[in-house]
């Protein structure tokens, strides 16, 4: 069998439990498979080591996995990391043009970290290695590492959205970033949604034919393409509610929120994850039906996200502006109708919070999957589920057809559904808490690994350039 090389802008120690997202999906891929892990350390290389010629690329395995990391400049981490990355694709890919910064700069940074990445990972590659690459950091990768004469099999996956034609074209160098994706051999999405935008965008833009459903043919190259939801390990999600921490968490909150009903949001902080929108939402519902006053709770978990990033610090003024005026006009001596925590909450009592809650609000403006969707659905007590509302603009949307889906720009739609969730008859919980539960089980993490890397197997060297 083939080692495995996944490739990610940051690693992540795979003893330690990961903060969520990608981290655990890829530890879960490694550790099925043993094999390298290869990324950016996180670490700023200092002029000194750059001037000393330190070894840039620190190699250490534990078990089974080996860790390749390397640091990254200053420069380079203002243009590709900053720059590129999350002022460039995050917000186009989240259809926010009004946030891109197009700076040429970014463009060159970006273009240069690859290359980088690309030589150091050259010379740690065997011949049968399969090449897994993630996200937006890494599109042109692949067409790198050709340049450099490597023919191993490799794969790409795009956790975040997949913009339709005319919103990626906005991008500058939108062509080069598309072309660049047929240097792999398979190229998977979260969403049937994004593959469409995927084919559209090479249909019009490249004059691309669609040879038979899942593969396309454009720039004298032919390339696998599919959705592959990524889901979680349910029953590792489920173990820890059931966990001391989990337990101990849930009888903490069920016993402080005895008379009234918890509403939970957990997301990093990130204008794409639609945190306003809900506050507004959750306005209206205190408006709409009185009966939730001095009762119904909004905890919203915003963790810190990528705060040397401009567009961040608005974002974080303007929750606390939003948040504090709905306590101050609805909150009562004993009462706080939202409670923002802006920071990390360990991973081991996310489950027993999840569980206490009658309802989770997962109302993102667009989002590749979301993952606390289906942590939610996992933690909950099948005997008295809570209900799941649910963006219709979230890549879980499309499986998770049994939550209350909303559209997040409208508040007062949104404020309805929260109430009907609240309000839902325990059997039509169960009915619903039970065909989710089903979806997750059948598309949960070892599924998508699975799948993603068997289809990547087979499908060969399709190029003819
Ligand atoms: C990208 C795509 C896609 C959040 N706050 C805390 C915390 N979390 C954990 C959650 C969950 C993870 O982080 C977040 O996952 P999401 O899926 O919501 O989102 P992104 O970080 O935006 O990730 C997304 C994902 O990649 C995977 O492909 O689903 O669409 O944007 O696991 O529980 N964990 C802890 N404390 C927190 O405060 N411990």
Known sequence: MSRLVVVSNRTADPRKTAAG??????????????????????????????????????????????????????????????GYANDVLWPVFHYRLDL????????????????????KLMPLLRPDDLIWVHDYHLIPLAAELRAMGCTNRIGFFLHIPMPPPLIMA??????WLMRSLFAYDLVGFQAEADVTHFAHYVESEAQAHRLEPGRLRAFQRTLRVGAYPIGIDVDEFAGLAQGKEGREMFARMREEYSRRRLLIGVDRLDYSKGLPQRVHAFRELLAQYPENHNSATLIQIAS???EDVGAYDDLRRQMDSLCGEINGDYGEL?????????RNVARKRLPGLYRASRVALVTPLRD???LVAKEFIAAQDPADPGMLVLSRFAGAAEQLTDALLVNPYDAQGTAQAIQRALTMP??????????????IREHDVHWWCASFLEALEHSGQEHDS
């Open 426 to 439: 325990l059997d039509e919980r169960i009915n619903r808490h039970t065909r989710l539960t089903q979806r």
């Open 100 to 119: 891109a910064n197009f700076d040429v700069r970014f463009a060159a940074g970006y273009r240069r970290v690859n290359q980088l990445f690309a030589r």
């Open 368 to 370: 590749g999957m979301n």
């Open 21 to 82: 997202g990608l981290a655990v999906a890829v530890r879960e891929s490694l550790q099925q498979t043993g094999g390298l892990w290869f990324g950016w350390s996180g670490k700023i290389r200092s002029e000194t080591d750059a001037a000393a010629g330190q070894p840039d690329v620190r190699v250490q395995t534990t078990g089974s996995v080996t860790l390749a990391t390397l640091d990254l400049d200053q420069r380079d981490y203002d243009t590709y990391y900053l």
């Open 304 to 306: 810190p996200s990528r």
């Open 334 to 342: 004993d009462w706080m109708p939202v409670r923002y925590i802006h």
């Open 170 to 175: 906005a991008i500058p160098e939108h062509e």
